[in-house]
């Protein structure tokens, strides 16, 4: 598709945390006329919580760093422990680790928590791999160099800090939404520092990108918005025990703090993306193995993008789930699961 005939995607880029934010907010109050601010808003947003799994001894050499005070959760997210932070680049990423065997980095969508996780996920996960959940710079515990312009591939740069700092070696990497197209930038331009990549929700921007229907766009952006109408963004109609099991999860760790100048530099970095031709660029050269999932009725990012990933990587496979939305990982965790962790033991992560 052609870059005339796309949607702008400084109108499209979705709010992870907002929604969440929103939804929890909506969950609380018992109330539908809950409101959600978007990239050059002048109201900050506060993501909540997902997550559960069992902490073990990490399988890496870690950059000793102190706990933050308050930050280790009780209850069912007690598997967690506290969020750790680390130097990386001029700034510090805060993290948890938790769970056992290889080593599997998370990354969130746009302006996202590591606390937006669900707890069914990252239970599910840690019985499989020794994960590390994070926040992106500016958001929640991380901090942020707003000297230089945030960008996709300085996200991508982000992780593989993090990775290094973390003395993780080739970790297989996860990245949903936005932080499918940051993990593409990653195996496009750094594929040395990781095993494989699995991207949902993602797309390669540029050019060749399919952004959000204009309908979808309005509907995101827009102030007046309700919970329930964003989780019919995420969630298909008849996905009724995912979407109360998604909200019943909120809340379930402290949230993390998403302010106004964090929301604009990602709405600026979502901008760019659409004129980066890096990840499209340099992805074919890739020798990473890639799972790349969708789902088949996501309304935020259209699943022609799974197709156009697959055609231009030589060693991806494309998977999308039928009855699933952009919460496809969410809504069908059982299936994502096992899917991941049977691509990751042919893939030779260990």
């Given amino acids: 598709m052609s870059a005339s ?36 808003s002048n109201t900050s947003s506060t993501s909540s919580t997902h997550a559960t799994a069992k902490a073990t001894t990490t399988t890496a050499t870690t950059t000793a760093s102190a706990p933050v005070p308050h930050s280790a959760p009780t209850g069912k997210a007690a598997f967690l422990g506290p969020v750790r932070q680390v130097p990386v680049d001029g700034i510090r ?36 791999y020794h994960v590390t959940i994070f926040d992106n710079r500016g958001v ?52 040395g520092a990781i095993s494989a990549l699995v991207s949902s929700g993602g797309d390669l921007g540029g050019s060749e990108a399919i952004n959000t229907p204009a309908a979808v766009a309005k509907e995101l952006n827009s102030p007046k918005t309700t919970g329930p109408q964003l989780m019919n963004l995420l969630f298909p109609a008849d996905a009724t025990a995912a979407r109360a099991a998604y909200i019943e999860q909120l809340g379930l760790l402290p949230p993390e703090k998403v302010g106004d100048e964090t929301l604009l530099r990602q709405y600026q970095a979502g901008q760019a993306y659409e004129s980066f031709e890096g990840t499209w660029d340099k992805l074919p050269d890739s020798t990473i193995p890639m799972l790349i999932t969708n789902g088949s009725l996501d309304r935020i990012t259209p699943p022609g993008n799974a197709s156009i990933i697959t055609h231009r990587a030589k060693h991806a496979t494309r998977v999308m789930f039928p009855a699933a939305g952009h919460a496809m990982l969410v809504q069908d965790a059982g299936r994502f699961v096992s899917l991941v962790t049977r691509f990751t033991k042919a893939s030779g992560v260990e």
């Avoid at 990354?107 to 990252?122: E, F, P």
């Avoid at 940051?182 to 594929?191: D, K, Q």
């Fill in 140 to 191: 929640g515990y991380t901090s942020d160099d707003t000297s230089v312009p945030d960008t996709i591939p300085l996200m991508a740069d982000d992780t593989i800090g993090l990775i290094k700092a973390l003395g993780l070696r080739h970790p297989a990497l996860l990245g949903w939404s936005m932080g499918g197209e940051i993990g593409l930038t990653v195996a496009a331009l750094h594929p």
């Fill in 5 to 40: 005939h796309r949607t702008p995607r400084a109108l499209t880029r979705p709010r992870l945390a907002v929604v969440a934010a929103t939804v929890a907010l909506a969950a609380v109050a018992c109330s539908s006329g809950g409101r959600h601010s978007t990239g050059a």
């Fill in 93 to 128: 990423i805060g993290y948890r680790q938790f769970g056992s065997g290889p080593d599997l980095v998370m990354v969130m969508g746009d302006t996202g928590t590591m606390s937006d996780w669900t707890v069914d996920l990252l239970s599910r996960l840690g019985r499989h």
